[in-house]
């Protein structure tokens, strides 16, 4: 398990770089304002075409800066509700029907056996059982791997295999975290967005090894259930093959994505 010393330089480091994040999408803001006044005063005929470069290039850098210490998605923050929950095809969490759900999870050949607790998560269990059962997570990258002591995970379900997370599918709130930050190896939790205990969504993460993830602003990260098989068989076939660049946390070297998703 990584110290507490470290999981507080681990947090300093990403709340710095969340900053110059946010700070450089005020900036784009900005000059995105000034762009179009500009080019109406002109009537000049290039405005889509700065709209569109100015739309794709924050895009661009919300999906280079989405891998960070924590298990977050990136995306729009705008609720449709008045208590900030995006709430656009989620499901009741009455979906989860109060029980324990299995099935198998195969990624890149490795078959998980899973069990998901609908009566400690039913709103995530329900978003996460009713996406898989419409076939959602068929052919989704595992975008992003972590492999340092204590910080352990395999993260999936994308929708762009970026790490960019779905406006329309966003929900809370946080359920089940664990109280002391820890997240035992076999945890199946929902990313989200830092600090925004209503952006949970289609991405989760697999926890391969005991895990330390220190809680924000926000609180924890919702833990829907545990792999209950194969996850030594995912170390060896898939873990150990690594991340680009030999870093300690982002793409696998080899693509890794979920072949099918099954629970009833």
């Known amino acids: 398990m990584a110290s507490s010393k470290e999981q507080r330089r681990r947090v300093r480091d990403y709340q710095a770089r969340q900053t110059v994040h946010e700070h450089k999408r005020s900036r784009r803001r900005r000059d995105n304002i000034i762009a179009v006044i ?29 891998q960070t210490t924590q298990p977050t998605e990136t995306g729009s923050t705008e609720p449709t509700a008045t208590d900030g929950t995006r709430t656009d095809a989620v499901p009741d969490p009455s979906y989860a029907e109060d029980r324990t759900w299995t099935g198998t999870m195969v990624v890149n050949g490795v078959e998980l056996a899973v069990e998901l607790d609908g009566a400690a998560a039913p709103q995530a269990v329900s978003a996460v059982v009713k ?20 910080f352990e995970l395999l993260q999936c379900g994308s929708k762009g295999g970026d790490g960019m997370g779905e406006p329309a599918f966003q929900y809370g709130p946080i359920e089940n ?40 602003a926000a609180g924890g990260y919702t833990v829907i259930g545990q792999v209950t098989g194969g996850l030594d068989q995912l170390k060896d076939d898939v873990v150990s093959l690594g991340v680009e660049g030999d870093a300690p946390d982002g793409t696998p070297v080899e693509p890794v994505s979920i072949e099918s998703f099954i629970v009833e």
């Open 131 to 150: 996406s898989a059962q419409d076939g959602y997570y068929d052919g989704k990258v595992c975008h992003r791997m972590t492999t340092s002591p204590g």
């Open 38 to 66: 500009a080019v109406v005063v002109a009537g000049g005929l290039g405005t889509a075409a700065t709209l569109a470069y100015n739309s794709q290039h924050e895009a661009d850098v919300d999906a280079s800066e989405s």
């Open 177 to 216: 975290a664990p109280e002391d930050d820890a997240y035992a190896a076999g945890t199946i939790a929902m990313a989200r967005q830092s600090g925004n205990a209503n952006s949970n969504g289609y991405q989760f993460f697999i926890v391969y090894g005991d895990t330390s993830i220190p809680s924000d």
